[in-house]
């Protein structure tokens, strides 16, 4: 297992058997075939189960910051780690009410 396998998510894609035939024959005396795939943000964040709506929001900025719309990369860092944030204070208020309401659990 390759370092990197326990942090990949299978991601199917349709591809004809023509294009199929033709990478096969293309890479002939190659072990493996690298299939190039168009992912969106939103299938990594389906994949990985991200439910939460600020880390959905820095997930998309960080993959691609300064490269969406007008804002600069700086902007788009500053912009994920204040939706991250959010959510983390979200959650630290919900884990101390939690444990305030003598709950064992979290949910």
Known sequence: MR???KYQKEVLKRVSLHELQKLINDNEDQDEIIVP???DVYDVINAWQVKEPGCQ???KKLLMPGN???KSKAQDLREAIDAIQRDLDYE???DKFWVQK???END
Request: charged share 20%; net charge neutral; hydrophobic share 20%.
């Open 37 to 39: 795939l168009s992912i």
């Open 102 to 104: 003598g709950n064992t």
């Open 92 to 94: 630290e208020i919900k």
């Open 57 to 59: 929001q820095g997930i």
């Open 68 to 70: 969406r719309h007008q």
């Open 3 to 5: 370092s990197g396998d």
